[in-house]
């Protein structure tokens, strides 16, 4: 596959009301492996392997995957317009703290569900159009794409374009709903293909997703979350560590172009370029912030020297898992009593560890705001990739 693209990857159909929809051809597409893509591949596939090396040696992945699952929760939501943050989230799962936008905050948790549900699934379900449907249902349940069919591919014409607009004014309109049985069915025999690299073939198949978009809402987070989950089932990563929404929220107008470019013009060269530009940086990235939290879990560990009890280094994990906690929560989950996690709590506020956020004295809510910063902090895509 060595044909430089040029032409659309696929055919326009003319439809009843005048507007020509698109149908893309099956994958793989022709693909120019020039300089730029295998330079790309390479770095990608150096990146991803340190990321999952270091997700193999973790003694307790739990730990991670958790913050890991919550920050891309909220960058992929992000990107479709919601305005909630990582600490809204953490803080609301906490139990304590009111969400300054409810509905945006109930879409970020219908994706925590999504994707730790999708990912559990793959252990009994091959990836495939039935665990989508699943995946898409649990995400779209409750929330503002409910009327638009939870966990049902769509029967009508959809498209994407500046708010107002036609299918005759469109940026793009995927395939009509008659076509799409056909489409989907080859895009779900492409997820079994293993002809190709791992993340060439991920890539691939993010792309076609989001052309045939087959749900009325949702399609951006749901192809997003394919991602994940391809690489597990490859075995390129052992558990959900890589997310590409930063990538794309930090690069959303050269996203969209990549994206349009394939439909367009069979420029499946230039979108993988992009796409493994983008898991190397993000593979970097979630790599440096594991080991960010390794460093910071030693200091803690440092703080606490000569502690009899093991509660308070236990706590320590919690405070990990999520940096929001409360004596209730804490107790709840240890099982032990509200006196005995309180002394643990205190203990780590006494070593500096953890502090108090607001002023309520019932429930009080602490925060372990080092930990919470590893996960907020910007990433390197932040600076422009």
């Known amino acids: 596959m060595n044909e430089r693209g040029g032409r659309p990857h696929g055919r326009l159909v003319r439809q009843p009301g005048g507007h020509e929809a698109f149908v893309p051809a099956p994958l793989p597409p022709p693909i120019a492996w020039d300089g730029d893509l295998v330079t790309a591949l390479s770095a990608a596939d150096l990146a991803i392997g340190r990321l999952g090396g270091e997700g193999r040696r973790l003694p307790n992945p739990r730990l991670l995957i958790r913050p890991f699952v919550r920050r891309e929760a909220v960058l992929s939501s992000r990107i479709e317009g919601t305005v909630s943050g990582l600490d809204d989230l953490l803080a609301a799962e906490a139990g304590v703290r009111a969400p300054r936008n409810a509905a945006d905050l109930q879409e970020v948790a219908n994706y925590v569900r999504a994707l730790e549900y999708a990912v559990e699934r793959l252990g009994t379900l091959p990836l495939s159009l039935r665990l989508v449907r699943e995946a898409h249902e649990l995400l779209m349940n409750g929330v503002r794409g409910d009327a638009a069919a939870p966990g049902e591919f769509r029967r009508t014409q959809n498209w994407i374009g500046a708010p107002g607009s036609t299918p005759s004014t469109a940026t793009y309109v995927p395939p009509p709903a008659d076509a799409l049985a ?24 993010h792309a076609q997703f989001e052309a045939i978009h087959p749900f009325l809402d949702g399609n951006g987070r749901v192809g997003r979350l394919v991602t994940t989950l391809l690489l597990i089932e490859r075995g390129v990563l052992p558990a959900p560590l890589l997310y590409l929404s930063a990538w794309f929220e930090a690069t959303r107008s050269e996203y969209y172009a990549r994206l349009l470019g394939t439909t367009q013009a069979g420029e499946w060269t230039e979108w993988l370029t992009y796409f493994l530009r983008g898991v190397a940086v993000e593979a970097e990235d979630a790599t440096k912030r594991i080991r960010q939290v390794d460093a910071l879990m030693a200091e803690w560990r440092r703080l606490l020297g000569g502690e009899k009890s093991r509660l308070p280094e236990t706590l320590l994990e919690l405070f990990t898992e999520n940096p929001f906690w409360t004596t209730t929560r804490v107790a709840r989950r240890l099982d032990v009593a509200y006196t005995t996690a309180g002394r643990a709590i205190d203990r780590l506020q006494a070593a500096g560890i953890v502090a108090p956020v607001g002023g309520a004295r019932r429930n009080r809510l602490y925060c372990a705001a080092a930990m919470l910063t590893v996960f907020e902090s910007d990433g390197p895509e932040a600076e422009g990739g």
């Open 182 to 205: 056909d489409c989907l069915k080859d895009w779900e025999r492409f997820l079994h293909d293993r002809t190709l690299p791992a993340l060439v073939h991920a890539g691939l198949a």
